[in-house]
């Protein structure tokens, strides 16, 4: 399997990405891949360690000549989003990643890639494994977790590292110095509802939305691309108004960190009203694509009539769900005044579950700023509370603040322009990277983050540019032969 993967240059970083996507290792999951992680850092003879929560810690010495540099910590995460088409047959549990050469990029068929982290992880590997490449003394820092909730870095004990500098391999953009991020925190609304019987004389439909881009929520959440769990309640929301539909299921959406891309709805309409409330749908849709044409131009939307299912939500409880997801924030809340082009506070309702009397939707709310974060949160929060909703915070994970007087940005800033003739975009992202709580337990340790170019992470469309992976490695080789002195 992927063995046109293992011959692309550089063959050191590309072999061991394929190891690594053999292994399957969804966060919250990720027992093999620490015992692979294990396992490899045993087998060079390095001091392999694997602290309490999983984050595994592979030290290696200075080669010769570099013993007078600061120790680095090279630091990605070793989970990935699990993401697949509902076309496509496949079992993350079980099944290592299936890659393609598509051109310039590499896919996954029908799933995600994993280079969101994996690059990052495979970058490591390769220097630990090299014997030609110079360094300073290296703490190998891979955590778990990342994509759900970080609670490798936040698990991770002060004391356990003593590097002073962290290389975070965790930016998508290949000429991006990242010197700051979002923090986030999981907003989850729940609540009971009334069942009914199925009242006689309706027909039932399942709608299917699909074909939609999704992505990273907090990456993407610019582009303003169509929420599918948002965009299925304006379709609901219209039918119920002017044809009384009712509804007895629904399931949007997926992981908190993606955008989601398809959403499915089982309702009920009146007999004499079918032929109407179709063309209304159509109507409706339409209406939709032609906003989102140029950002979603695969939307698709599906009408199947199903059995009848013996129950729906109570009208009361419908009209609530149906106003509470129109009003619930979702998109970019605020631009920083203070970078220009970045999104400082956002929110992507990501899953929306209705099924046999409970009602579960999952966000995340990602800023910068606390106060922001703290003002959408509570925003949120009213809305849901109206609805008669219980609101529960988890997962609140703080931002990492830029430095612009950092040393170590300061070294590949300039290595950057030396190497490419061009200046590179030293800027924060609205991702949420793990530098802000590792900072948290090692204030005084100077971090910067950068990575190779991807394009479609936390979605079945990932793919990883095979240019800017050697380009990236050979900035690496340079930054590490270029760490400042202790």
């Given at each position: 399997?992927?063995?046109?993967?293992?011959?692309?240059?550089?063959?050191?970083?590309?072999?061991?990405f394929a190891d690594l996507n053999e292994v399957p290792r969804p966060s919250k999951k990720e027992e093999r891949v620490i015992e692979f992680m294990k396992n490899f850092g045993n087998k060079l003879k390095l001091e392999t360690i694997v602290d309490k929560v999983g984050n595994v810690i592979i030290k290696k010495p200075a080669t010769s000549g570099m013993e007078d540099r600061k120790a680095v910590v090279l630091q990605s995460h070793l989970d990935m989003v699990h993401q697949k088409n509902n076309s496509t047959n496949f079992n993350f549990d079980t099944q290592g990643i299936e890659m393609y050469v598509d051109g310039d990029w590499v896919r996954a068929r029908g799933t995600t890639l994993g280079a969101d982290n994996g690059l990052g992880v495979a970058t490591i590997m390769a220097i630990l494994e090299s014997d030609s490449i110079a360094h300073p003394a290296i703490e190998a820092l891979f955590t778990i977790d990342e994509e759900t909730g970080m609670t490798g870095a936040k698990g991770l004990e002060p004391g356990l590292l003593k590097g002073e500098i962290l290389?975070?391999?965790?930016?998508?953009?290949?000429?991006e110095i990242g010197i700051g991020c979002a923090g986030g925190v999981d907003v989850t609304a729940t609540r009971r509802y009334k069942e009914e019987e199925s009242p006689e004389g309706m027909s039932a439909f399942k709608i299917t939305l699909n074909g939609l881009q999704g992505g990273h929520s907090g990456m993407d959440i610019i582009k303003g691309l169509g929420n599918a769990n948002k965009l299925m309640n304006r379709l609901l929301y219209n039918a119920s108004e002017n044809f009384g539909v009712r509804i007895a299921e629904i399931s949007g959406g997926g992981l908190r960190n993606a955008i989601p891309r398809e959403s499915e709805a089982v309702i009920l309409v009146d007999d004499f009203q079918i032929k109407a409330f179709e063309s209304e749908l159509e109507n409706e849709f339409e209406s939709i694509h032609s906003e989102f044409l140029s950002l979603e131009p695969k939307m698709n939307l599906e009408?199947?009539?199903?059995?009848?299912?013996?129950?729906?939500?109570?009208?009361?409880?419908?009209?609530?769900?149906?106003?509470?997801?129109?009003?619930?924030?979702?998109g970019i809340f605020r631009m920083s005044p203070e970078i220009d082009g970045l999104v400082e506070t956002s929110?992507?309702?990501?899953?929306?579950?209705?099924?046999?009397?409970?009602?579960?939707?999952?966000?995340?709310?990602?800023?910068?700023?606390?106060?922001?974060?703290?003002?959408l949160t509570n925003?949120?929060?009213?809305?849901?509370e109206l609805g008669g909703f219980e609101v529960s915070?988890?997962?609140?994970?703080?931002?990492?603040?830029?430095?612009?007087?950092?040393?170590?940005?300061?070294?590949?800033?300039?290595?950057?322009?030396?190497?490419?003739?061009?200046?590179?975009?030293?800027?924060?992202?609205?991702?949420?990277?793990?530098?802000g709580i590792i900072g948290s337990h090692y204030p005084e340790m100077d971090m910067i983050s950068f990575g190779p170019t991807i394009r479609g992470a936390h979605s079945p469309d990932e793919r990883a540019s095979i240019s800017s992976s050697q380009k990236y490695w050979e900035f690496v080789i340079e930054i590490l032969k270029n760490i400042p002195k202790k």
């Amino acid at each position: 399997m992927n063995e046109e993967i293992r011959e692309l240059e550089p063959k050191i970083l590309w072999k061991k990405f394929a190891d690594l996507n053999e292994v399957p290792r969804p966060s919250k999951k990720e027992e093999r891949v620490i015992e692979f992680m294990k396992n490899f850092g045993n087998k060079l003879k390095l001091e392999t360690i694997v602290d309490k929560v999983g984050n595994v810690i592979i030290k290696k010495p200075a080669t010769s000549g570099m013993e007078d540099r600061k120790a680095v910590v090279l630091q990605s995460h070793l989970d990935m989003v699990h993401q697949k088409n509902n076309s496509t047959n496949f079992n993350f549990d079980t099944q290592g990643i299936e890659m393609y050469v598509d051109g310039d990029w590499v896919r996954a068929r029908g799933t995600t890639l994993g280079a969101d982290n994996g690059l990052g992880v495979a970058t490591i590997m390769a220097i630990l494994e090299s014997d030609s490449i110079a360094h300073p003394a290296i703490e190998a820092l891979f955590t778990i977790d990342e994509e759900t909730g970080m609670t490798g870095a936040k698990g991770l004990e002060p004391g356990l590292l003593k590097g002073e500098i962290l290389l975070n391999l965790d930016t998508e953009e290949d000429d991006e110095i990242g010197i700051g991020c979002a923090g986030g925190v999981d907003v989850t609304a729940t609540r009971r509802y009334k069942e009914e019987e199925s009242p006689e004389g309706m027909s039932a439909f399942k709608i299917t939305l699909n074909g939609l881009q999704g992505g990273h929520s907090g990456m993407d959440i610019i582009k303003g691309l169509g929420n599918a769990n948002k965009l299925m309640n304006r379709l609901l929301y219209n039918a119920s108004e002017n044809f009384g539909v009712r509804i007895a299921e629904i399931s949007g959406g997926g992981l908190r960190n993606a955008i989601p891309r398809e959403s499915e709805a089982v309702i009920l309409v009146d007999d004499f009203q079918i032929k109407a409330f179709e063309s209304e749908l159509e109507n409706e849709f339409e209406s939709i694509h032609s906003e989102f044409l140029s950002l979603e131009p695969k939307m698709n939307l599906e009408v199947e009539k199903v059995e009848l299912p013996a129950k729906v939500m109570a009208m009361e409880t419908q009209e609530i769900l149906l106003k509470t997801v129109y009003a619930a924030h979702n998109g970019i809340f605020r631009m920083s005044p203070e970078i220009d082009g970045l999104v400082e506070t956002s929110n992507n309702i990501a899953k929306v579950e209705v099924k046999n009397g409970s009602i579960n939707m999952k966000c995340l709310t990602r800023s910068s700023v606390e106060s922001s974060k703290e003002d959408l949160t509570n925003a949120l929060s009213a809305v849901f509370e109206l609805g008669g909703f219980e609101v529960s915070l988890s997962g609140d994970y703080p931002g990492w603040a830029p430095n612009r007087d950092s040393d170590i940005l300061k070294v590949l800033d300039n290595l950057y322009t030396k190497l490419f003739n061009e200046k590179a975009d030293v800027a924060a992202c609205h991702a949420g990277l793990e530098c802000g709580i590792i900072g948290s337990h090692y204030p005084e340790m100077d971090m910067i983050s950068f990575g190779p170019t991807i394009r479609g992470a936390h979605s079945p469309d990932e793919r990883a540019s095979i240019s800017s992976s050697q380009k990236y490695w050979e900035f690496v080789i340079e930054i590490l032969k270029n760490i400042p002195k202790k």
